[in-house]
């Protein structure tokens, strides 16, 4: 069975703090594909970053970064010097042997300024 | 580039009626995907069309949910009857390949309320 487990539901931080948000998956496949969504409040789910478990090279993309970990089986999703536009909902996701996506319930991001 | 457009964005039916969702992926993907997106949860996958062709609908509840993509481009999904459960998002998503490592793209959704 497969599995994303995003354990904070809600993060609320002030404007230029820096946030991590959390993903741990669960898969018995040697080959899967880890995504991270966000959800902005207009609803459609923005891509964000894609890896494959063979890839355990840290990404760093302007303010966002992300660190894989096969050790403890983690995603996990840091923005720095966050922005009132960050506040979103960001999804986890892993796809294994079939074709679905299979998301994490989902970390509500809200930034105050 | 022309994101993937769905329609309606709102609708609100009473339990037991038909609803239809209509679904215009980017232009040139083949690959379409419809997930549901129950408040407070990740969005869930009921069909995956390459082409016109289904690759996935095991999450899909047939007795009552049912999809097609004619001439592989744009793609409906319809709901009968529906029930007060069936209360979500559903999201309609293409990718350009088929491929386990391919990101899909998303439309805004359809928001369907059941009362």
């Known amino acids: 069975a497969q599995k994303v487990t995003q354990a904070q539901t809600e993060i609320s931080v002030v404007e230029k703090e820096d946030v991590t948000l959390d993903c741990v998956y669960e898969?018995?496949?040697?080959?899967?594909?880890l995504f991270w969504y966000k959800q902005p409040p207009s609803g459609e789910l923005v891509f964000l970053i894609r890896?494959?478990?063979?890839?355990?090279q840290n990404e760093i993309s302007g303010r966002y970064s992300w660190n894989f970990q096969k050790s403890t089986s983690s995603f996990n999703f840091t923005i720095t010097a966050s922005q009132v536009v960050d506040s979103a909902v960001y999804f986890c996701?892993?796809?294994?042997?079939?074709?679905?996506?299979?998301f994490g319930k989902g970390t509500s991001l809200l930034v105050t300024p | 580039e022309a994101g993937v457009a769905q329609s309606p964005r709102y609708k609100i039916i009473e339990k037991r009626q038909s609803v239809a969702f209509w679904c215009n992926p980017i232009?040139?993907?083949?690959?379409l995907y419809w997930y549901q997106q129950i408040l407070g949860q990740g969005p869930k996958l009921l069909i995956q069309?390459?082409?016109?062709?289904?690759?996935?609908d095991s999450q899909l509840p047939k007795d009552r949910f049912s999809a097609e993509r004619l001439k592989g481009v744009d793609s409906t999904l319809k709901i009968q009857p529906a029930k007060l459960e069936d209360s979500a998002v559903y999201l309609c998503?293409?990718?350009?390949?088929?491929?386990?490592?391919?990101?899909?793209?998303f439309g805004q959704g359809t928001r369907l309320t059941v009362v």
């Open positions: 890896r494959n478990s063979f890839d355990e």
């Open positions: 996701a892993l796809r294994n042997s079939g074709y679905a996506l299979n």
């Open positions: 998503a293409s990718s350009r390949l088929t491929g386990k490592n391919t990101e899909a793209f």
């Open positions: 232009s040139g993907h083949a690959t």
């Open positions: 898969t018995r496949d040697t080959t899967y594909y």
């Open positions: 069309f390459q082409n016109n062709g289904v690759v996935d």
